[in-house]
């Protein structure tokens, strides 16, 4: 069935580094992958997101890749910083038609100052 | 743009009994989407309604149902209420829902079940 999988669970980094988190997706028919930040006591919020047209997509600090032939989709995030810390979340839009998301199972991050 | 709201934003209900947890889409979108989030389980997919209709649902039993009303607002119920219901429920919405439109989520409601 439809699944994504989402690596690490937990990523602690220092500040200044950078951090990636990966997802893998099952359904090739996906075509939109998006990004959330969820910190404690909200929701989820969108920080970005790439299409399945595009192999690349940055955004400041933040980045996302796209590879549709492994179907894996990474989240890079540069020059962490302490408000970065947060649960993060890929999910994968499949087919188009179904009108749901499907999402990675998310991963702590923690930037120790 | 105000976001997407929800309310209530916590709850506490006895085992068997009912809730309806609301949500109000930012303007203009027309697909609302519910999710349940729990620490086990993760972010899942409960139902989605765009124009009233709902259009995909989730595996989740059939005391878990929802409705959409004209103004694009969305209500979720669960009725006989369970101790593994205690969650926060997550509403998002979109433009179109299409899959490929950007969906944005609420605060959420934290529901605990005693």
Known sequence: ?113 | KAGVTQTPRYLIKTRGQQVTLSCSPISGHRSVSWYQQTPGQGLQFLFEYFSETQRNKGNFPGRFSGRQFSNSRSEMNVSTLELGDSALYLCASSLEGTGAYEQYFGPGTRLTVT
């Open chain 1, 1 to 113: 069935g439809e699944n994504v999988e989402q690596h690490p669970s937990t990523l602690s980094v220092q500040e200044g580094d950078s951090a990636v988190i990966k997802c893998t997706y099952s359904d090739s028919a996906s075509n939109y992958f998006p990004w959330y930040k969820q910190e404690l006591g909200k929701g989820p919020q969108l920080i970005i997101d790439i299409r399945s047209n595009v192999g690349e997509k940055k955004d400041q600090r933040i980045a996302v890749t796209l590879n549709k032939t492994a179907k894996h989709f990474s989240l890079h995030i540069t020059e962490t910083q302490p408000e970065d810390s947060a649960v993060y979340f890929c999910a994968a839009s499949p087919t188009s038609g179904t009108y749901k998301y499907i999402f990675g199972t998310g991963t702590r991050l923690k930037v120790l100052a």
